[in-house]
């Protein structure tokens, strides 16, 4: 097996619900990135502490149905006027509608402490401004919302439960809003959202829209109405050591960083009902109208196991419209999930998805594709502008057990554009690598074992091997050259007796020339 450079060495162990790696450490250490980032401090708040009880708060074991709503928000009132400090959600449980933040308040869950939301729909009303599936909308109150805000924190060692069994059931009773069509019309005009009179948009858990200076950290969140952590417009924000249990809830995306920067993101674990971690920027029009990139963001020791509903370890999109730059995912463990790392976009979206770095990840079990990047995500037929995908760098990867191990699909008029796959091992695949429309694609140290054919190319041009082994379990040739335009293919020292040619092409179609030759 491949051994790969900074590799955790603990991932052997792994098993369901185990995190793979060590508890989060206090310090947090020095962001380090292929690109300029900023090094991210927790937030400071004055050492003062409010508890929920000195205003009213009662537990459930002293009054099952006593709505904590209005304690809670005295609390925050009271710390806020004071000039900030911690508001202490003790140990116990504790029943409250959506809570509310402000600026310079730390919302601290103490350990033995549960937070539990109301079933009520009515008592997430009045409708607040969010972003729903990357377009804006008027809607329920997410469950913890802090709206335009500086130096706030969600932090301890407690549980928030949303209780979102109710929300799932009205999402299946009326299905996804259309939100590709609310896109089309500004916001005062969309039909979408309850202020609109629509019904089964379930808000999201916790937002954070348009902050700065954010701290996430310690908490432990279960059954989401939907999305979990929801970084929206936000600047300078760090979540650490966040539990995520959501496998029950549609689209229950563990952590979404939607048009925000200088981002950091570590020793998080994900059990999701979709995406672990999901870097987006805003859909179709609504999003290119906006323009606001997510960049700038790192991403690091985290797992994600049992991840469903066709979703990915660390996933791009499929709302891309106002670009994604500047983004380094490293050290990770992806345990049965539907993918691993997934770029996902289509027309519409148009703008550029570029600069993306992801290094030193385990992959096992995987459903579907461990590295797959779709540009037909919603299917053939949609119409507008094109989105590109390019300079993305994936290397010191290892896969055991996969359906197909890489697929990469660019469109016809915008095909995927230098792409670098470095020290990449794969054994027990299905099917090999399937690569279609990409220019510049760069394979070092790439070993794969497959049952059928390990690798075919189609629509590819100046595609270079060096070190590439192909293994398969057909009795042929590993490596198909497919259809379409083919053209400046440096395979180097990979055997030519092992590459089958597809009907009209021709053998000068690859050459033994150095790779340099192209740059």
């Not at 600026?103 to 729903?132: K, M």
């Not at 999109?317 to 050290?331: A, M």
């Not at 996902?344 to 461990?370: C, D, L, P, S, Y």
Request: glycine share 10%.
């Amino acid at each position: 097996m491949m051994v790969l450079s900074g590799m955790l060495p603990v991932f052997a162990s792994v098993v369901h619900g185990e995190r793979p790696f060590a508890d989060a450490p206090w310090e947090i250490a020095p962001i380090t990135a292929p690109f300029p980032m900023p090094q991210l401090e927790r937030p400071v708040f004055p050492d003062r502490v409010f508890d929920i009880r000195d205003y009213g708060a009662k537990t459930r074991s002293e009054d099952a149905d006593f709505l904590n709503t209005g304690a809670i928000h005295r609390a925050i009132e009271a710390a806020h006027a004071a000039g900030g400090g911690r508001v202490l959600i003790p140990e116990g449980g504790w029943l409250t509608g959506p809570v509310h933040m402000m600026s310079n308040i730390d919302l601290h869950v103490a350990e033995g402490a549960t937070l539990y939301f109301s079933e009520n729909r009515e008592d997430y009303l009045p409708v607040v401004i969010q972003r729903h599936e990357g377009v804006e909308a008027l809607n329920y109150s997410p469950l913890i919302y802090a709206y335009k805000l500086e130096n706030v924190a969600l932090t301890g060692k407690g549980r928030l439960d949303a209780q979102g069994a109710q929300w799932w059931a009205w999402y299946r009773e009326y299905g996804p809003p259309p939100r590709a069509v609310a896109s089309k019309v500004p916001l005062s005009r969309r039909d979408f959202g309850k202020g609109s009179g629509m019904e089964g948009m379930r808000p999201n858990f916790v937002v954070f829209w348009e902050c700065r200076d954010v701290l996430v950290e310690g908490v432990t969140l279960d059954d989401s109405p939907m999305w979990n952590v929801h970084l929206i417009y936000t600047e300078n924000a760090i979540v650490r050591d966040v539990t995520v249990n959501s496998l029950m809830a549609p689209n229950g995306d563990g952590l979404v960083v939607d048009s925000s920067k200088n981002i950091l993101i570590e020793y998080n674990h994900f059990e999701t009902g979709d995406d672990a971690v999901v870097i987006k920027s805003g859909l179709n029009e609504d999003g290119l109208a906006i323009n606001i990139p997510t960049e700038n963001v790192v991403v690091r020791n985290f797992s994600a196991t049992d991840v469903r509903t066709g979703s990915g370890g660390v996933v791009f999109g499929s709302e891309t419209s106002g670009g994604i730059r500047n983004i380094y995912v490293h050290d990770a463990f992806f345990d049965g999930s539907d993918r691993g790392v997934r770029f996902k976009t289509e027309r519409g979206r148009g703008n550029v998805t570029e600069n993306i770095h992801v290094r030193n990840i385990k992959m096992r079990n995987i459903t579907f594709e461990a590295i797959n990047f779709n540009t037909y995500y919603s299917g053939p037929g949609r119409v507008g502008p094109s989105p590109l995908i390019r300079d993305i760098f994936i290397s010191d990867i290892e896969i055991d057990g996969v359906p197909t191990a890489i697929a990469l699909i660019g469109l016809p008029e915008k095909w995927l554009e230098n792409v670098v796959l470095e020290n990449i091992s794969i054994k027990n695949a299905r099917h090999g690598a399937r690569l279609n429309r990409v220019k510049n694609l760069r394979m070092t140290n790439v070993d794969i074992q497959s049952e059928e054919q390990a690798m075919v190319l189609s629509n590819a041009y100046e595609i270079v091997f060096d070190n590439v082994t192909l293994r398969d379990n057909t009795g042929g040739k590993p490596l198909r050259l497919d259809r379409g335009y083919l053209g400046a293919l440096i395979f180097g020292d990979f055997p030519h007796d092992q590459i089958e040619l597809g009907e009209g092409i021709p053998e000068t179609v690859v050459t033994d020339g150095p790779r340099e030759q192209l740059w």
